[in-house]
């Protein structure tokens, strides 16, 4: 199951990975992690420093401000990781003012006349039977809102000073980004030329100009250099958060805003206050118009399908409204389409994706609903006697690997002292349905539970984790009958059904699920099929439920375009093994597991008092499963709604009527006596710990003091853990280079126009190598954006014809792009070289210099002659002197004739400008 979250999309073979080792430490024959106890602990960004030299923490989870970064480099020992792995941009509210409703069909001037409103106000429409719904960005007695007109968005990336925030506020830990992916993304290579067409400079003037085309069709006027819409300023509220850099980037903006004439109320929030303002507000109530967003990202992904959906198609739900069907929600239809076709893999090859991929980039920038600041490259700080650490290219320390396979070598407890900028937040919502939506929580959970299957830290792609699989596919364009013997939850009856004849798939995966299956979770119970089967069927309830969809609409929109694609299960008890029938495919098969494949976190008991809390008795509770305004969102570590667990969970034992109800989920696998056991497990735990998180990782949750902010996990021991200490460690991966450019020309390191040019370029890396090329002229046109042509694993070529050349202008300074790509390493290099074309003045001066050394040359030769001729009358010449006297003639001839030549060339080349295309 692919599962949205935060900046990466969770995209869940081992290949065999060339890594630089990291010295391991000798570990016994032991279950779990490489540490027996990792000690969570709050360290705000200004202490980091104090707390590193004092060595209260070992490592920081959260990535340092430059400054923090600077403090520490001359502490001997210190060591820093550094990964792009935290975004920056600015999303904007594009909520209409006003939605009039007109009876009868009209188009934009037509609802504009009989409203009384110039065209250019009208933001949207649409239609029923009988009805025409009017989206008004401007409406006199109502207001304006600047973002809702798509030309002011797009202005925006004019207005935002990306060099300064990265090199100046970011001090060179960051790079400017222009859309939702950066250089060091997998997919940069298919989308390279789009972000070179819109590499945004800042340019306030050309903004200005923008935005004031824009306002001043709709009746804005500026006055004073004050924009006044209906008489009142244009006021614009922004939402600026304090943590980090972010504040001083917002601030910038904010300034800059001012100076081009709009009213801005600055509003400056911690996390919790901002994310429930933002994401817990209809927009159309304009409590906010622009936020300082930040992401972190989980992983990097080879092939993206979740990423492009996310930041740019209202499906997902984290476009503005959310996907809250009480609030405005934000629309379009065609990036909805293309993203669904990427995330469902609906197309034909990898050819095909790329198009989409593309389409949805160009109408995402277009959009410009989310303004991009930079790409930072976030830096962590460890000491040196930390050891098992992984280099993930996308999470960097924040990777999946490191605090299963961390540890202080030689320290005697095996404690590791973790700080972080939050252990605990109001934000931070432990429950697998809908929450886990800060980089706080997440980082935490991670290492307490075993996904199925993750992404490889170097090269991207999904491999196994807890679970092995086959893939069987008949895609893309066959399919296969789904046995009857499959099953399907129907929501509608709560059971589990046998599937109609004569369905079909596109592809089927087999698991094997034995690391899972008689294992046990953290509270010393045997994980069993009726646990993952019982999960199964309640994502079916949630999803397909008349009553529950309707309550969690939220989760719903991102949850259901992936369930609506199984067309079956299969559940081999006895053998362990699931079979499940999608209709997906992929041209890289591990994709199609990893589409397939669930994972269980949770036992089903606590599932089922989840539902019956934040679901069936909401009313009393007040609790949901996805944040909503004027709800708490259900935790199963926030002490009040552990007790509530702990309390609905003393009313299942010998429960027949509860019972009843997971085994519609678990398809009848539950008795009663487990049923019991599970239970009175399960209140040992909660008043052991006074936590009801019970999982199946390296780590069990021991420790959350949500006041002190502090909290413990201890190893996990359990000799049915199926995972030993270095099973996860990678160490670093080998990164790609460009090492050597080489010009080929008949003016060295130069273009001559009208002459053929090789460029010969050597890389380094792990083969197999890719490089792909673009250039640009001196205006930042793209004249080519293709392949290299590769010689060799490290070698490749670029050849450009007489006819290409001729087309370039004299003494003009271009640009190749070089990206260098590695199956391997997928993190791509980037080297930029500049091109210079021969000026007509340098032509001329080499031509000069090439006919003054043939002149030279022939002097030379005559002279020769010459001394020959003169020493003849000395002596009778001989046939010897006769033939050298020959040879003289002809080496003379030949000198004379290519003299000529060079003049003639000389003379072509001298008029190719004046016959060139104008």
């Known amino acids: 199951m692919k599962k949205l979250i935060l900046a990466l999309l969770i995209p869940l073979l081992v290949l065999s990975i060339i890594y630089v080792p990291i010295t391991t430490q000798a570990q016994e024959a032991v279950k779990g992690p490489a540490s027996d106890k990792v000690i969570m602990k709050r360290v705000p960004i200004d202490h980091v420093p104090s707390a590193i030299e004092n060595k209260e923490i070992d490592l920081y989870m959260y990535s340092l401000r430059p400054a923090q970064a600077e403090q520490l480099k001359e502490i001997e020992g ?15 509210n594009p909520a209409p003012v006003a939605v009039e409703v007109l009876e009868g069909t009209f188009d934009i001037a037509g609802a504009a006349a009989i409203i009384g409103v110039p065209k250019d106000a009208v933001v949207g429409l649409k239609y029923n039977e009988t009805h025409t719904f009017v989206y008004l960005g401007a409406k006199p007695g109502v207001g304006i809102n600047p973002f809702a007109f798509r030309d002011v968005r797009f202005a925006m990336n004019y207005l935002i000073d990306r060099e300064t925030a990265a090199y100046t506020i970011l001090k060179g830990y960051a790079v400017p980004m222009y859309t939702f992916l950066s250089q060091f993304d997998p997919d940069y290579s298919v989308i390279a030329d789009i972000i070179a067409m819109n590499e945004f400079k800042y340019d306030p003037a050309y903004a200005d100009q923008l935005i004031t085309q824009a306002l001043q069709k709709v009746g804005a006027k500026k006055v004073g250099g004050k924009w006044l819409y209906d ?7 922004f939402i600026i958060r304090i943590e980090d850099e972010r504040y001083d980037i917002g601030k910038m903006i904010a300034s800059d805003l001012e100076m081009l004439g709009f009213t801005i109320v600055v509003k400056e929030m911690g996390v919790a206050d901002a994310i429930a303002l933002l994401y817990g507000t209809d927009p159309a109530e304009f409590q906010w118009h622009m936020y300082t967003e930040g992401w972190g990202k989980s992983g990097i ?16 739900g984290y476009m503005p409204g959310w996907q809250e069907p009480t609030f ?37 920038i277009e959009e410009s609903i989310r303004i991009w600041v930079v790409t930072r490259l976030d830096t962590w700080v460890v000491w040196d006697y930390v050891k098992g650490l992984t280099k993930d290219l996308g999470a960097g320390l924040r990777g999946i690997w490191n605090l299963r396979e961390a540890y202080v070598e030689g320290r005697a407890d095996k404690t590791l002292k973790v700080g972080h900028l939050w252990v605990w937040t109001s934000t931070s919502e432990w429950n697998i349905w809908g929450g886990f939506t800060d980089v706080y929580s997440v980082d935490w959970e991670r290492v307490t539970y075993d996904p199925s299957m993750w992404t490889h830290p170097f090269n991207g792609l999904p491999i196994p984790f807890r679970v092995s699989y086959v893939v069987l596919t008949e895609g893309p364009e066959g399919n296969m009958t789904v046995p009857t013997t499959a099953k399907i939850f129907n929501a509608a009856t709560d059971t589990w059904e046998n599937v109609p004849e004569n369905t079909t798939a596109v592809s089927k995966v087999v698991f094997d699920l034995s690391k899972y299956i008689g294992a046990k979770w953290h ?51 006895q053998n362990k093994r699931m079979t499940v029938y999608v209709d997906y495919w992929h041209f890289d098969e591990n994709y199609i597991a990893s589409w397939a494949t669930v994972t269980p976190i949770n036992p089903i008991e606590i599932h089922v008092a989840t539902f019956e809390l934040a679901l069936d008795r909401r009313n009393e509770t007040n ?18 709604h552990v007790t509530l667990v702990k309390n609905t969970l003393a009313t299942y034992t010998n429960n027949n009527a509860v019972l009843e109800k997971a085994n519609k989920y678990a398809d009848g696998l539950l008795t009663m006596t487990e049923w019991n056991q599970r239970i009175q497990a399960d209140l040992e735990w909660i008043n052991t710990y006074n936590l009801a998180w019970i999982s199946n990782g390296p780590f069990m949750l021991t420790k959350m003091d949500t006041v002190a902010n502090e909290g413990e996990m201890t190893a996990f021991r359990d000799p049915t853990y199926p995972f030993k200490p270095g099973d996860w460690y990678f160490g670093s991966p080998t990164p790609s280079a460009v090492k050597i450019v080489t010009i080929v020309s008949d003016i060295p390191n130069k273009i001559v126009p009208g002459r053929e040019v090789v460029i010969n370029i050597e890389v380094a890396g792990v083969p197999p190598l890719h490089l792909k090329y673009m250039l640009k002229d001196p205006s930042g046109q793209i004249l080519v954006f293709t392949d290299a042509e590769k010689i060799d694993d490290f070698h490749f070529r670029i050849v450009m014809n007489p006819e290409f050349t001729n087309e370039l202008k004299y003494g003009g300074r271009y640009s190749l792009l070089l990206i260098v790509t590695s199956d391997v390493v997928a993190t791509p290099e980037i080297a930029k070289i500049p091109l210079d074309v021969v000026s007509m003045v340098e032509l001329l001066d080499a031509q ?3 006919f003054q050394r043939a002149v030279d040359d022939l002097r030379n030769t005559v002279q020769a002659l010459s001394n020959k001729v003169d020493s003849l009358p000395e002596k009778l010449a001989t046939p010897e002197d006769v033939s050298a006297l020959k040879s003289a003639v002809d080496s003379l001839s030949t000198v004379v004739y290519a003299t000529l030549g060079m003049v003639v060339i000389t003379l072509i080349i001298s008029v190719i400008p004046l016959i060139r295309k104008k």
């Open 231 to 237: 008489g009142q300023p244009i006021s614009l509220t």
């Open 301 to 316: 992904d080879k092939y993206d399908s979740g990423t492009i959906a996310q930041f740019c198609a209202p499906w997902v």
């Open 848 to 850: 000069k210099e090439a």
């Open 78 to 92: 210190v060591v820093f990781y550094q990964a792009p792995a935290g975004l920056i941009d600015i999303i904007l």
């Open 328 to 364: 405005w929600n934000y629309e379009h239809p065609e990036l909805d389409e293309i993203t669904m076709k990427i995330y469902q893999s609906q197309y034909k090859s990898k050819e095909e994706r790329d198009m989409l991929y593309r389409d949805g980039t160009r109408l995402c």
């Open 623 to 640: 609790l949901v499963l996805y944040r909503r305004s004027g709800y708490q969102t259900f935790s199963l570590v926030y002490p009040d």
């Open 523 to 573: 509270n010393g119970r045997e994980i069993t099929m009726a646990d993952l089967i019982g999960y199964i069927a309640m994502i079916y309830d949630l999803v397909y439920d008349e009553y529950y969809s309707t309550l969690e609409a939220r989760i719903v929109s991102n949850t259901k375009p992936w369930l609506d694609t199984v067309k079956g299960w299969e559940f081999d008890i």
